[in-house]
């Protein structure tokens, strides 16, 4: 871990998320959309709750980031736990720099600063920090990074008890009305800059197989409500939520033809 130091985003830092997060891709101009989005949800969060980012640097380089927020900041989530620190994720993109602490550094820095009344929370006491690890194919799967650092899995999330004991966050259930038929809702979240590019991505596909299909992009912070009805589910068609991604495209066309021509069938 020598040479990594961590720092919270500011004003002053806040392109170093994106020279992170984005690189190689910071002349993409679908990217940069995404980027504008996020730029400007971490401008609302250091006003509302104070910093939700950290970056890792190794001899001055940002090498790496970890994206957290207080669960009670989350629009979208109509029974928020109090004192709950959400992890959303750890990302360190660049080969040359894995291996040499980074994730660990910010993982470390965010559990010490759980300890002692964290800026996120005002000050007042972190009950525990939840995660839902996912992979992106970089670097240590992030169960396995977390596991390392002290959490454990309960109920789906990988969970670091600070002041409290664990309880698991309550769920949604999407109930259908008429007017979810013959559209798509497809859900981005601001808080990471992949996601409304990949939400246009997922417009342009179901556009391309169902020209007459109305497609309707949801940003989960700004249209909660909307979200929450859709139970937060990231794509619904026809009335039917669709659990595939454009990671595995043949897969999610298969679900997407089923929701619109299977329902037609029947």
């Not at 980031?65 to 669960?71: A, C, G, R, S």
């Not at 690890?133 to 990988?158: I, Q, S």
């Not at 809702?185 to 808080?191: E, L, Q, R, S």
């Amino acid at each position: 871990m020598s040479g990594v130091t961590v720092r919270d985003v500011a004003e002053e830092n806040l392109d170093d998320a994106f020279r992170v997060c984005s690189s190689g891709r910071l002349d993409d101009a679908l990217q940069m959309q995404g980027i504008q989005l996020r730029r400007r949800w971490i401008r609302g969060m250091l006003a509302a709750t104070g910093p939700c980012v950290k970056i890792a640097y190794l001899e001055g380089r940002p090498i790496a980031q970890l994206l957290f927020y207080p669960e009670t900041s989350v629009p979208y989530l109509p029974q928020p736990r109090a004192g709950v620190i959400l992890l959303r994720c750890v990302y360190n993109p660049f080969k040359e720099a894995q291996g040499k602490g980074a994730s660990t550094a910010l993982i470390k820095n965010l559990i010490e600063e759980g300890k002692h009344g964290p800026r996120c929370l005002k000050g007042g006491e972190c009950s525990f920090i939840a995660s839902e690890a996912f992979n992106t194919g970089e670097g240590v799967p992030m169960e396995r990074l977390y596991k390392a650092n002290g959490f454990k899995k309960m109920d789906g999330e990988m969970v670091h008890e600070i002041a409290g004991k664990y309880t698991p966050p309550s769920g949604l259930v999407y109930t259908k009305s008429a007017g979810d038929e013959g559209k798509a809702f497809v859900i981005f979240n601001p808080t990471c800059e992949y996601s409304y590019p990949a939400a246009l991505r997922v417009k342009d596909l179901i556009e391309g197989l169902y020209p007459s299909m109305s497609v309707v992009l949801v940003n989960q912070w700004e249209e909660p409500l909307e979200s929450i009805r859709l139970a937060n589910q990231e794509l619904t068609v026809n009335g039917i939520q669709i659990n595939g991604s454009l990671h595995q495209r043949e897969k999610l066309v298969v679900e997407i033809r089923k929701a619109v021509e299977g329902a037609s069938q029947s």
